[in-house]
């Protein structure tokens, strides 16, 4: 959410597009032994509807340009490769996910793979929306 508030911030800022992505993760349907599309048609119904949310609110705030993309397969590199290529993207920003080191080592941080592999620059929102750090305050 946060995430997303900045981004609204930066694209009115700019007068640019805001891209909306959610990539459903494909491995997860992997171990589902009756898969039958059922459960990928739901989540994309879910995510097309969360990102129709997202995309109303920023329309409302003022942005012109509002893109949605609801991508299947790995979010690491859909949201570093494919994603950035196709909407000509040159901000990403992501929310830290929080996750502990062991975590991070079996699954690998989506956040850490996009700064590494994104053709453009990376911003991880780490703070709340006045970015006050507590430095100097009492």
């Not at 490769?81 to 062991?102: F, H, K, S, Y």
């Not at 975590?103 to 994104?118: D, F, N, P, Q």
């Amino acid at each position: 959410e946060v995430a997303f508030q900045k981004a609204v911030n930066v694209a009115l800022r700019n007068e640019g597009k805001l891209v909306l992505a959610h990539v459903i993760d494909t491995r997860a349907f992997q171990t589902v032994a009756s898969f039958d599309g059922t459960l990928a048609e739901q989540a994309q119904e879910l995510a097309q509807q969360t990102l129709n949310d997202y995309k109303n609110q920023a329309l409302e705030m003022g942005v012109s340009e509002v893109v949605t993309v609801v991508e299947y397969g790995s979010p690491k590199s859909v949201l570093a490769r494919q994603i950035p290529v196709e909407q000509q993207v040159d901000l990403i920003m992501l929310g830290a996910t929080g996750l502990n080191a062991i975590e991070r080592l079996l699954v690998g941080s989506v956040s850490e793979y996009v700064i590494r592999h994104a053709p453009c620059d990376v911003l991880i929102v780490r703070t709340e929306l006045d970015n006050v750090t507590g430095i100097g305050k009492k």
